[in-house]
């Protein structure tokens, strides 16, 4: 099992292009998550999908959009790329919370580095 | 105010030693606690999760969780210089997941 994949592992952009980091998974989570981790900001959660076909907003969705395409993938995308958007991106995944509202440990990916110029 | 706060360190430690590490959270209602390992230029990777208030071991480590004082600490026990790593707290409130700054620990051979 790989278990969570991302692509690319680095990427630089120019202000104003657009790209889309893709993510895997293959342990039939059916929650999935996109961070950014910026030097003393910790881990900043983007966008989740709590199970197939849902999206919500985390804590800094701003020039972000999501796309949950089916229970394995999940991407992420930047439509007009701006320098305060050079950040480390992971993608995690996890099983849906307990009924009694108990989260499961989140596994994540390599990461992205991306750099906006 | 921040959900979740670290002291970020940088904590060293000799070889051997104990090391402790802390984490605050806000009150809100929260059932699950985490404690991640981040190498240098590596993703988090899960070290311990807890549920329930006291103490819960596992090998060398050690989480501690106190939710009346919204505190959950991590303890390693004979560290070692592959401990020298950033570790990070994580509280779920709902389906968000916050995470503190993480502290850096450096264990010195």
């Known amino acids: 099992n790989a278990g969570v994949t991302q692509t690319p592992k680095f990427q630089v952009l120019k202000t104003g292009q657009s790209m889309t980091l893709q993510c895997a998974q293959d342990m039939n989570h059916n929650s999935m998550y996109w961070y950014r981790q910026d030097p003393g900001m910790g881990l900043r959660l983007i966008y989740y999908s709590a199970s197939e076909g849902t999206t919500d907003k985390g804590e800094v969705p701003n020039g972000y959009n999501v796309s949950r395409l089916n229970k394995r993938e999940f991407s992420l995308r930047l439509e007009s790329a701006a320098p305060s958007q050079t950040s480390v991106y992971f993608c995690a995944s996890s099983e849906t919370l307990s009924l009694a509202g108990s989260a499961y440990e989140q596994y994540f990916g390599p990461g992205t580095r991306l750099t906006v110029t | 105010q921040k959900e979740v706060e670290q002291n970020s360190g940088p904590l060293s430690v000799p070889e051997g030693a104990i090391a402790s590490l802390n984490c605050t959270y806000s009150?809100?209602?929260?059932?699950?606690f985490f404690w991640y390992r981040q190498y240098s230029g590596k993703s988090p990777e899960l070290i311990m999760s807890i549920y329930s208030n006291g103490d819960k071991e596992d090998g060398r480590f050690t989480a501690q969780l106190n939710k009346a004082s919204q505190y959950v600490s991590l303890l390693i026990r004979d560290s070692q210089p592959s401990d020298s790593a950033t570790y990070l707290c994580a509280v779920n409130f709902g389906n968000q997941f916050y995470f503190g700054t993480g502290t850096s620990l450096t264990v010195i051979p």
């Open positions: 009150d809100r209602v929260s059932q699950s």
